[in-house]
C-alpha cells in the first residue's frame, strides 16, 4: 500500500458511562496510570487473582522474542482455577451454566456439576490413554459437555483442539491430523433451526483418515441412529460412570492448554497455540474489567460459538474463572421464531450480553419490534466482538436493546491474542460508536505507516502491538516459521528495522484526533480507487447508516479504469420495498448517499441488494466470494462458508444491480 488508509469516517457522536455503574465498576481509570508505570508489576498483580501451586520466578521472558514465556516457573491448574476453588469456598451451588437447548429443553448446572462431571471427563480420558502433552479434537455443538471437553483436557494437561460443529469431513480430517489427536470427543448430533444435525458422521468419515485417532468419545443428544465402530465409545457409559474424584495435578505457566485452528478466509489453517498461565490471566482479568462482572449477582451471555476462539475465552475460561453465572444457547437465533433470543434474555434475566455485529445487523433487518416484544430491564452492559461494529448498529443496539442507556464495550482482540486488547472500559471510557477506543491497562497498542512509523492523531494505517500480552499465541502449532513471518516480520525487529519486535495484526486503523482507534477491516479487504485506499468498513458503515439498509458488504473489484472499483452488496431493512423502479430508485440513491457522507471518491460502481450474506461460521462477512461475484469469477473455497445456498442466492442476482 503506497499511502495510509483513507480516513473518510466522522462519528462525532459520544456517549458516557453510566454514573452508578461508573461509581461501583470492577475497574476504574487508575488501571490505565498503574499499568503505564510498570506493566509487568501490573500483569502480575493480574495474575495474583487466580490460584498458583508455585510461584513464578520471573513475568515475562522475551530474551528468545517472539516467542514469548510468561510467569517462568509459576505451576497452576486451569480447571482447578475455573472450578474447585469456587466449589472449595462454598459456592458449589451456584449455578454455572444455565442451558437452553434449541427445542427448549434446559439444563441447570451448577460448578458442583460441572466439576463433577470434569473430573468424571478426566478419569475417563486418562483411562483411553490420554496423558499429559497428548491432542484431543473436539467437535461438539453448544451443550455443557463441550465446556466439560475442554476443562477436562485442562485438567489433566491434554491440549484441545476444538474445531466447529459446522465443518466438513475434510475440515475436520485437516485440524485432527495437522494436531496428530489422539482421541476425539464428539455427539451424535445437536439441534439446528428445528432439526437434528448430525455430526457422528463426519467424525466417521474423518477418523476413516486419521491414524492418530485412537477412541472417539460421543456424547448422546439427539438420540438419531450412529454408525458404530470399535473406537467409539458412549459419553454416559465412559465417563458418566467414572469416578468423580479427580486431584488436579499442577503444569506450567507455559504447558500448552489448546490449538485453535484460524477460520482462515486465504490459505491453510493456522492452528494458534495458547498455554496456560498467561492465557488464563489475561481472559480472567478482561472479563472481570470489560464486562465489570459481579459473579454474585450478574447473569452473563456469550452468544458465541466455543468452536470459536470467544467461545474459548469467554464463554469457558474467563467467566468460569471468575465464577460467573452465564447463559449457553444451543441454537440459532431465530429458531422457532426471531425473539428467541430476547425470550432467553427475559427468562434468564441476562445481566451483560456479549454478541456480534452481525448479529446486530440481522436484529435490525428483522426490525426493532422484535426486541420491543420482551422485557430487557435486567440488561446492564452490551459487548460486540468479531468485526467492526458499523456506527448506526451500534446506535441500534443502544436503543432497542440497550434501552437508549446502557454502555456498550466494542472488543477488539484475534484467535491470535487470546483475550480482549482494545475495548472501552464500562466505568471509565466515553464510547464512541464504532470505535474500540483504547488499548487496555497493560496493553501497547499503535496504528503505524508502511514504514513503520506511529502515525500521528487523524492519521490512518496498520494496527500493530509493541509489547508482548500475558494471553498472547506462542507460535503456530508446528511451524515457528510461518508465526514469525506471519506476525513478526513486517514491522520491527522482525523486518530488520530496530531492536523492538513489533506484532503486526492484519487490521488497518485509523486514530481519530483524540487518539482513539478505530478499525478498519482487515488490510486485505482495503480497496485501492484510482490511487487512494477506501477502507470497506467505512463505506459499509455510510451504506448501513441509510435507513433501508440493515447490513452491507463491499469489495473493490477490477476497473480499468479506476484500479479498482468499489462494489456494494446491501440487505435492505426489513419492509423496504425493492421491486423494480422501487429497486432502482433506493440503488440510486444509496449511491449518492455514500457520496455525500464519505465524498465522491467513495461512491460506488455498483450496488446489488441481495437477501443474505455469505459469512463464515462465526458471523464474518467473507469478502473474497463477494469479489469473485462482482469480478464475475467462478467461486473460491465455500468450505468455511456458514450457508453455502447464500451464494446461489446472490449470484442469481435477487433484487437485480444496477
Ligand atoms: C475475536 C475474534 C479476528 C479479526 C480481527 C478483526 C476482526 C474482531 C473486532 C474486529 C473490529 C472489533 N475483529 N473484533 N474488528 N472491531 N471489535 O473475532 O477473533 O475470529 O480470530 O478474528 O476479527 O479483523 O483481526 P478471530
Known sequence: MSEALANLLNETRQFPPPAELAANANVTADAYAEAAEDRLAFWERQAGRLHWTRQWDQVLDWSNAP???????????????????????????????????????????????????????????????????????????????????????????????????GFSADALTNRIQDASAKVVITADGGFRRGKPSALKPTVDEAVANCPSVEHVLVVRRTGEEVAWSAKDHWWHETVETASPEHTAQPFDAEHPLYILYTSGTTARPKGILHTTGGYLTQTSYTTHAIFDLKPETDVYWCTADIGWVTGHSYIVYGPLSNGATQVMYEGTPDTPHKGRFWEIVDKYKVTLLYTAPTLIRTMMKWGEDIPAGYDLSSLRLLGSVG????????????????????????????????????????????????????????????????????????????????????????????????????????????????????????????????????????????????????????????????????????????????????????????????????????????????????????????????????????????????????????????????????????????????
Open 67 to 165: 516467542f514469548a514465556k510468561w510467569f517462568v516457573g509459576g505451576q497452576l491448574n486451569v480447571a482447578y482455577n475455573c472450578l474447585d476453588r469456587h466449589v472449595e469456598a462454598g459456592r458449589g451451588d451456584k449455578v454455572a451454566i444455565h442451558w437452553e437447548g434449541e427445542p427448549g429443553d434446559t439444563r441447570t448446572v451448577t460448578y458442583a456439576d460441572l466439576h463433577k462431571l470434569t473430573c468424571q471427563a478426566a478419569n475417563a480420558l486418562t483411562e483411553l490413554g490420554v496423558t499429559a502433552g497428548d491432542r484431543v479434537a473436539i467437535y461438539l455443538p453448544m451443550i455443557p459437555e463441550a465446556a466439560v471437553a475442554m476443562l477436562a483436557c485442562a485438567r489433566i494437561g491434554a491440549t484441545h483442539s476444538v474445531v466447529f460443529g
Open 387 to 658: 468485526e467492526p461494529i458499523n456506527p448506526e448498529a451500534w446506535i441500534w443496539y443502544r436503543q432497542h436493546v440497550g434501552r437508549g442507556e446502557l454502555p456498550i464495550v466494542d472488543t477488539w482482540w484475534q484467535t491470535e491474542t487470546g483475550a480482549i486488547m482494545i475495548s472501552p472500559l464500562p466505568g471509565v471510557t466515553e464510547a464512541k460508536p464504532g470505535s474500540a477506543m483504547t488499548a487496555l491497562p497493560g496493553i501497547v497498542a499503535d496504528v503505524v505507516d508502511d514504514q513503520g512509523q506511529s502515525v500521528p492523531n487523524g492519521g490512518g494505517g496498520y494496527l500493530v502491538l509493541r509489547e508482548p500480552w500475558p494471553s498472547m499465541l506462542r507460535t503456530i502449532w508446528g511451524d515457528d516459521n510461518r508465526f514469525i513471518e506471519t506476525y513478526w516480520s513486517r514491522f520491527g525487529a522482525g523486518a530488520n528495522n530496530g531492536d523492538d519486535w513489533v506484532y503486526f495484526a492484519g487490521d488497518g486503523a485509523k486514530k481519530d484526533d483524540d487518539g482513539h482507534i478505530w478499525l478498519l477491516g482487515r488490510v486485505d479487504d482495503v480497496m485501492l480507487v484510482s490511487g487512494h485506499n477506501i477502507s470497506t468498513t467505512e463505506v459499509e458503515s455510510a451504506l448501513v447508516s441509510h435507513p433501508s439498509v440493515a447490513e452491507a458488504a463491499v469489495v473493490g473489484a477490477t476497473d480499468p479504469t479506476t484500479g479498482q472499483a468499489i462494489v456494494a452488496f446491501a440487505i435492505p431493512r426489513g419492509s423496504t420495498d425493492i421491486s423494480g423502479e422501487a429497486g432502482e430508485q433506493l440503488i440510486a440513491d444509496l449511491r449518492n448517499h455514500v457520496a455525500k457522507t464519505l465524498g465522491p471518491i467513495a461512491k460506488p460502481r455498483q450496488i446489488m441488494l441481495v437477501p443474505e450474506l455469505p459469512k463464515t461460521r462465526s458471523g464474518k462477512i467473507m469478502r473474497r466470494l463477494l469479489r469473485d461475484v462482482a469480478e464475475n469469477r467462478s467461486l473460491g473455497d465455500v468450505t468455511t462458508l456458514q450457508d453455502s445456498s447464500v451464494m446461489d442466492l446472490i449470484s442469481s442476482g435477487m433484487g437485480g444491480g444496477k
